[in-house]
């Protein structure tokens, strides 16, 4: 069973930055990939970024740019570096985890940002 618990979420002024944690109960290795989705309210649930096992990392249109994904393998963690936050980017913040055809989420993290 994997596990999955983000922290970090927070309050931002526009332009600001936040970073968002996502800590796997085990080895992040095996996962096929490790993503970041968002959901606004009364939206659906949108991909922000995701990393492969491989260390392939795709970005949404959205935040290329401005949000940057990495992996710390030691400590099973995968991070959300957010720079230069709009408004829109106020969310829920879900890690998710691809392991064999299971999808194992988060229970997600509030990010809001201020204009």
């Known amino acids: 069973q994997v596990q999955l618990v983000e ?3 927070g309050l931002v ?3 600001g930055s936040l970073s968002v944690s996502c800590a796997a109960s ?3 290795l095996g996962y096929n990939y490790i993503a970041w ?3 606004a309210p009364g939206k659906q649930r ?3 970024a995701a990393i492969s096992s491989g260390g392939i990392i795709n970005y949404a249109d959205l935040v290329k740019g401005r949000f ?3 992996r710390d393998n030691a400590k099973n963690t995968v991070y959300l570096q957010m720079n230069s936050l709009k408004p829109e980017d106020t969310a ?3 890690c998710m985890a691809k392991v064999a055809k299971f999808d194992y ?3 997600g993290t509030q990010v809001s940002v201020s204009s």
Do not use: D, M, P
């Open 37 to 39: 989705y968002r959901q």
């Open 105 to 107: 989420w988060g229970q």
């Open 92 to 94: 829920v913040y879900y």
């Open 68 to 70: 940057t994904l990495s």
């Open 7 to 9: 922290s970090g979420g």
């Open 13 to 15: 002024q526009a332009g």
């Open 46 to 48: 949108e991909l922000v």
């Open 26 to 28: 085990g080895s992040i």
